[in-house]
């Protein structure tokens, strides 16, 4: 992901999530060093992205997000994929993320690419309120 890509992907942000990040927010995590956004191009431009932090030998997904027109087609799969490659070229042992109990198309896979349900954050989410499921893969 480049800079430039910010106000694309601030946009799906605001499509895909009730608490979206802003182009900023986005920019300045980009920029922080320990951080590895990755985007998905088709040929009518970004179709998704995926975004994590990390620290140490631990990573942590902070979004992923593919257009509605996009979905179904392997976008995300695809995202998880090259973001395990560049966490182990980066030294990280594993990768957690946290998910809504009620987004069944994304615990579907994250479970089908090896992310293991850890535990559970009591009422992490608002709008609407909802509990966070915490999951982690060893990569």
Request: glycine residues 10%; negative net charge; charged residues 25%.
């Amino acid at each position: 992901m480049k800079n430039e890509d910010a106000a694309v992907i601030a946009f799906l942000e605001k499509e895909c999530f009730s608490s979206p990040w802003s182009e900023k927010d986005l920019i300045g995590t980009l920029e922080s060093g320990n951080s590895i956004f990755l985007v998905a191009e088709s040929g009518e431009g970004i179709a998704g992205y995926v975004g994590m932090t990390y620290a140490a030998d631990e990573g942590e997904i902070t979004d992923i997000a593919v257009f509605p027109a996009m979905r179904g087609c392997g976008v995300a799969s695809l995202l998880l994929n090259s973001l395990f490659e560049k966490g182990r070229e980066r030294g990280l042992v594993s990768i957690f993320l946290d998910v809504r109990p009620s987004n069944a198309p994304a615990i579907a896979l994250y479970e089908k690419k090896g992310f293991l349900l850890c535990g559970n954050r009591r009422h992490f989410y608002t709008m609407p309120v909802e509990d966070a499921l915490i999951y982690r893969r060893d990569i």
